[in-house]
């Protein structure tokens, strides 16, 4: 009786770990205000439309010379972000420094790009689908296969429940015939039917080289793709801009962000500072004259007008993330237990732990827990000591289990 009276308590202990303080952040933590923020082709800055809580209202502002806008006036100095309503209002410009800008230009160059560390980090099934590239229907069609690459590529027929031998053979020849080492250890594509384009794979070997295999006309096509010295792809997201200018983003080893680029699979780097895969997120709202970078990290928020011209960097602005505050709950709570995480998808326990402050309270709940039980079960006081407010509510929880 008395294992299962410490199985009890450590169980629950585990649990209060967890619900104590979810409940707390569940009930009190305040969202971060949502600011956006938008390089202006007219103003040549940044704009940026936040809600002030004190006065209960959005402002629309230049962040260089502070000067505030009315929602008409703030639509005239990004042309083209609200390229729809000024459009429907007649009040679209023509040319924007001296470049015409038309509605299918705009509808060619604007595109939007978000990456997460959710992105890389989150379980997938190992089947993809292949679509026809040059199917000359207006929509793309399922193939009615999907492929699997591990040590060979087969093509698998749910209908049939079998392996389509002849095109699998066809697609196996055709990446060997390339110098494809099985294998894949990194594949990259979108299965999504209502993408505008097909474009295949991006592929990365157990050599790490990279290849673009996609099918056309119902044959494979496959090409190695040269990689600039000093570049180990990490993660691939492929695109399919309107402009089909290029196939994907490229994230390296060493933070680097490229476009890999549809003139001849050259790699486009972007200006921006060291990337973390892991714990940034990356944002990007095209329009044809800029690309509106922006990172966030635990640092705050930078962005960067990137010239589409010349990818050279035109502003930065930079939104500094309030600085954190010792929370008293750090003073409480002497460790936490989490299942999720804001950088990944899977489902694991992550143990967060407090201050070293912590230990005073845990000391004091354990001479408390001494004078409760008048010296007697020393285990309840030791284990009191190690888990702090949890051991100390569990025990006195299961106190009379015996």
Known sequence: MK???????????????????????LIYDVAPSNVF??????????????????????????????KEY???????????????????????????????????????????????????????????????????????????????????????????KDVDRTKSDKFQKALEAKGFCFPATQLAGNPN????????????????????????????????????????????ETQEPADRSFYAFVFGSDGEVFTLTTDNYSFQRLPIPPFDLETN??????NPLYWNVSVISRKGRENWAISTQDYSIVDKYIEKSAPNKAHFTQYVFP??????????????????????????????????????FRGRKKENVLWTLLTGIYGFIATLLFNRVD
């Open 335 to 372: 460790f936490s237990v989490d299942f999720t995480s804001p950088y990944s998808s899977f489902i694991r326990p992550v143990i967060y732990f407090g201050s070293y402050w912590v230990a005073l309270g845990n000391i004091a709940l354990a001479l408390l827990m001494l004078f409760i």
């Open 37 to 66: 923020t938008y390089y202006s082709s007219v103003d040549h800055a940044f704009c940026k439309i936040n809600f002030d809580e004190k006065e209960e209202r959005l402002i629309r502002m230049n962040v260089n010379t502070k």
């Open 281 to 286: 997120q990356l944002s990007i709202m095209a």
């Open 193 to 236: 039917p209502r993408k505008p384009y097909e474009e295949g794979y991006l592929i990365l070997d157990q050599q790490n080289q990279l290849f673009h295999l996609k099918m056309v006309n119902g044959k494979p096509f496959v090409k190695q793709i040269t990689i600039p010295d000093g570049l180990s792809p990490q993660f691939i």
């Open 3 to 25: 294992n299962i009276k410490y199985l009890l308590i450590i169980i629950t202990t585990v649990i209060l770990s967890w619900a104590m303080p979810y409940s707390y952040h």
């Open 70 to 160: 009315t929602q008409m006036e703030f639509d005239s100095i990004l042309p083209l972000f609200f390229c729809r309503q000024l459009l429907a209002d007649g009040r679209m410009p023509e040319t924007i420094d001296g470049y015409a800008i038309t509605p299918d230009v705009i509808n060619e160059k604007t595109f939007n790009y978000n990456y997460s560390p959710k992105d890389k980090n989150r379980p997938h099934i190992p089947l993809y689908t292949l679509f026809e590239s040059i199917s000359g229907r207006v929509r793309l069609e399922m193939p009615g296969d999907m492929f699997r690459i591990t040590d060979k590529i087969e093509f698998l027929r749910p209908s049939s």
